[in-house]
């Protein structure tokens, strides 16, 4: 059973930083790309970044670029979200996602990822 088991999250106040992790079992990378997506109640899901299968691209939403930083290990099957500076419109439930074996190019686009995490809460306060 494929599954990708998140880390991290929690409460913290506006400008600090939070790490979340995503770790991939039941199959390995293989080469897939990864994204982070978030939401908040009542909206729709929406794309923050992705990283390429190789980990050689990434690509941001607007609002986290120079603030966000994806990053994978493949020996290890994991996705990282680095977040700093953050800010109280950051507050969501954060997913990592993969997509299918071998697909390697990044998407910002929710149909087009195959596995994707539990969720985990991110609250800024101010």
């Not at 995503?22 to 909206?43: D, E």
Request: include cysteine.
């Amino acid at each position: 059973q494929v599954q990708l088991v998140q880390s991290g999250g929690g409460v913290v106040q506006a400008g600090e930083s939070m790490e979340l992790s995503c770790a991939l079992s039941g199959r390995t990378f293989q080469n897939a790309a990864a994204g982070w997506f978030r939401q908040v109640p009542g909206k729709a899901r929406e794309f923050v970044a992705a990283i390429s299968g190789s980990g050689t691209y990434t690509y941001y939403a607007d609002s986290v670029k120079g603030r966000f930083t994806i990053s994978r290990d493949n020996a290890k099957d994991t996705v990282h979200l680095q977040m700093n500076i953050l800010k109280r419109e950051d507050t969501a439930v954060y997913y990592c996602a993969v997509r299918a074996p071998r697909w390697a190019s990044i998407s910002q686009f929710l149909h087009e990822y195959n596995d994707w995490g539990q969720g985990i809460q991110v609250t800024v306060s101010s």
